[in-house]
């Protein structure tokens, strides 16, 4: 299993950016795919979900609104784009693939002024 995350970058409050997971290594059509967030001091916390199939999606309440996740199962790749962001979005984000134990290496998104 390889997840590769792009797409993090500095961005002023109230600006959007979109992130890219690009997955490999497993069935992506049918699996279940999920965006987490890490900020320096704090746990690791879910941010996102996807469900494979008849997609269906669930967000954190921190993001609800905000944020929105897709994905292309041609492109074996998920998609999270965020908008209105706020400093408390500044993290490390991961895809993560939930039945798989691996990590991507991140991407570093940072909202400031």
């Known amino acids: 299993v390889q997840l590769v995350e792009s797409g993090g970058g500095l961005v002023q409050p109230g600006g959007s950016l979109r992130l890219s997971c690009a997955a490999s290594?497993?069935?992506?059509?049918?699996?279940?795919m999920s965006w987490y967030r890490q900020s320096p001091g704090k746990e690791r916390e879910w941010v996102a979900t996807?469900?494979?199939?008849?997609?269906?999606?669930y967000y954190a309440d921190s993001v609800k609104g905000r944020f929105t996740i897709s994905r292309d199962n041609a492109r074996n790749t998920v998609y999270l784009q965020m908008n209105s962001l706020k400093p408390e979005d500044t993290a490390v984000y991961y895809c993560?693939?939930?039945?798989?134990?691996?990590w991507g290496q991140g991407t570093q998104v940072t909202v400031s002024s």
């Open positions: 993560k693939a939930p039945p798989f134990a691996s």
């Open positions: 290594g497993f069935t992506f059509g049918i699996t279940d």
């Open positions: 996807i469900t494979s199939g008849i997609t269906s999606t």
